[in-house]
């Protein structure tokens, strides 16, 4: 058989005719690109990366406290754009990936950073490593959930989310600074707290998730006089109730899991929280 291209009656080569199904799906794609749908969650988390490269560069100038002030801003955004995602229907792949790996800049490594220059440094190898555990429990913590998304409870995280991991660390250095008027922490405190957070992330413990909490539907009316209560102490005491928050979440995992087992070997927990026994 002859490998040359088919020629036309006149001679000439064949022109490929496009398939006008296949047309009609890119042309359908870029107008649903066009309409700016996917663009504005990608934005957000945009903002997110943003504040989690600003956090490394303000703890680098040794500006503590507003690289702590930042992280807790990313997690804003970083909450914001998936609800965003979710209520326009526009949670794709891509917006999965970006929103994991702004994720690992302003969870991971800018906390990382931040309590390394903060309080970690005179610790010398235990130190560094410390906040080179957190980062990449934080990077195997995404890995893992982006895996495992579909396969586990749509209400429950496994291990502690990095988010939480990564404000925890920030409001210690807030606590520090606003509330107990000191400079730093017990450095001992933070390096077993740093272990503590990164150990958690990888965990196979259960955390609630708050994910599918509806708020377009009518609530009752103490629920708001109650929401506007805790903003205001918030604002009243920002140091101690961000603490607080964060706290209680990071614990209320491990609580609720030995609760849950408590009459088990402790043998089979201990397996089960490396990944190597059964729920």
Known sequence: MSDEPPKTQDGGDTVATPNPIEEEGRLAAFGA???GIFIVPSLITAASFFCGFYSMIASIQNDYYTAAWVILLAAFFDGLDGRIARATGSATHFGVEFDSLSDLISFGAAPAILMYNWAL???GRIGWMAAF???????LRLARFNTQSSEVLKDKFVGLPIPVAGGLLATIVLLTRGALDLDRAPAVLIVITV???ALLMVSN????????MDLKRKKPF?????ALLLVFVIAQFPHHLLFAITVAF?????????IERRNQPWRDNLLFLIGMGKN
């Open 33 to 35: 690109i066009r309409k």
């Open 121 to 123: 440094q005179p610790f």
């Open 133 to 139: 555990l957190f980062a990449l429990c934080g990077a």
């Open 195 to 197: 272990y503590l957070a």
């Open 205 to 212: 413990i259960p955390y609630r998730s708050f994910k599918k």
């Open 222 to 226: 103490h629920m708001l006089v109650g």
């Open 250 to 258: 990071t614990l209320h995992g491990p609580v609720e899991w030995w």
